[in-house]
């Protein structure tokens, strides 16, 4: 297992502030430099393909699609007031602005296939899918989708540069139940546990220095999905973001997914695969997971392998979601996985675990309102939990064992019957 990378408190809080810092500013130059590229494409339902294509009034193109198409590499797209019932996929660096304007997948067949290993191909039930670096993405009501609303992957390689902004993401992933309501592969259930079709917003892997700010993510099954199913997602920011009941998943989710993120010894393989330095801050995550034992926040890594590490929980409040309002499972028994080198810091964390976390191994359910929570199967984790206000709960920290924790003892904690409850 890989040494502690948090030998003092000053490190762990300093190092993700410094990355974080180097994500946004990256972010914010790119598309200072993308916007001036290219012109500017107009899609209004009431388009005539002969119009001088100058403003909403006389636009050219019907369709987001169209326009999309016939777009410069580094232009812009604006898509005026109305409803377009349509799948968008994105495959070159473009600026995508909405004024009042609806994507809705009500009625759509999703036609945008990816070959995947061990899966074969399969089709994205996405209404938005992002393949390419340098996307700006905002102003849109995104909803209806049977999968996620909107999903970003590096399926040609790593994409970097995206910034997915001002957006409604509502009422998408909707394809699940059991039987599933969709053919999706992400929404197959597992047993009586209804699939995860992947949620509001997903960065499927393959994804770095990327953002995602100030949306409005709320009534789907779970809001921000972050993994590494086809490559490393690392380095992004997930800030300023109000995700709220999506009932059935977690508000924002980290997990590890892809079992190569580890070599056989233990050792990271961060340019193959594993969930690392992404920040998540000043969020508000409310209402998440309370009917399918969803968090406000989840680091996971599910099996031997999986890696989600040196990630920074910062600033956000959380409060009212089904499980801890900051959650991590290291799921399986002592075995190579990574669950390491996170952060959680001067967050306001309020009454949580509304549902209880049934674990999967001793000492058993934790059923009173917990703040932040981590539970290990037998993987040795060391995280770092410093100046949070934690109030409203009966555990305000409940940490099982092998779980090492730093700076415990900066937290406040007000109306909590137990602070810190260690070592089970």
């Known amino acids: 297992m890989r040494h502690n990378r948090f030998v003092r408190l000053a490190v762990a809080l300093l190092a993700p502030l410094l990355v974080a810092g180097v994500v946004v500013a990256q972010a914010g130059t790119a598309f200072a430099d993308a916007g001036h590229h290219g012109h500017t494409l107009y899609v209004s339902a009431s388009a005539k393909h002969w119009n001088s294509d100058r403003s909403c009034r006389s636009a050219a193109f019907k369709t987001i699609q169209s326009a999309v198409n016939a777009a410069s590499a580094g232009g812009t797209v604006v898509v005026c007031p109305g409803t377009y019932h349509e799948q968008v996929v994105i ?115 393959g994804v770095a220095y990327s953002t995602i700010r100030d949306n409005f993510i709320a009534d789907n099954s779970g809001g921000v999905l972050l993994t590494d199913d086809v490559g490393p997602t690392h380095n992004n920011v997930v800030q300023g973001n109000v995700v709220t009941d999506n009932v059935a998943d977690c508000g924002i989710t980290v997990p590890g997914h892809n079992p190569n993120a580890l070599n056989s010894s233990g050792v990271p393989q961060p340019s193959v695969a594993g969930v690392y330095r992404n920040a998540i801050l000043g969020n508000v995550v409310t209402g998440n997971g309370v009917k399918g034992f969803g968090a406000g926040v989840l680091f996971a890594t599910p099996t031997p392998g999986t890696a989600s590490y040196d990630n920074l929980v910062q600033g956000n409040y959380i409060a009212g979601n089904g499980l801890a309002g900051v959650t991590m499972h290291a799921h399986g028994p002592a075995s190579h996985e990574d669950l390491n080198g996170n952060v959680i810091v001067r967050n306001s964390i309020g009454k949580n675990n509304l549902l209880g976390d049934p674990l999967d191994g001793p000492p058993g359910p934790v059923t009173k309102p917990t703040g932040v929570l981590v539970f290990s199967g037998g993987t040795p984790v060391s995280v770092t939990i410093a100046h949070n206000h934690i109030f409203n709960n009966f555990f305000g920290i409940w940490l099982s064992t092998p779980v090492t924790a730093f700076g415990l003892r900066t937290n406040k904690f007000s109306h909590v019957i137990i602070p810190i409850s260690a070592g089970h």
């Open 91 to 205: 495959s070159e660096p473009l600026t995508l602005t909405g004024k009042h304007a609806t994507i809705d997948e009500t009625g759509v067949t999703p036609t945008f296939q990816v070959t995947l290993p061990g899966l074969g191909t399969q089709t994205i039930f996405a209404a938005v899918v992002m393949e390419s670096s340098w996307i700006n993405f905002t102003g849109f009501r995104v909803q209806h989708a049977q999968g996620e609303g909107i999903i970003a992957a590096g399926l040609n390689g790593p994409v970097s540069g995206i910034v997915i902004s001002r957006n409604a993401v509502v009422h998408n992933d909707l394809g699940g139940g059991v039987p599933p309501k969709s053919t999706y592969f992400l929404c197959a259930a597992e047993g009586a546990v209804p699939g995860d079709c992947g949620e509001g917003v997903h960065f499927a892997g």
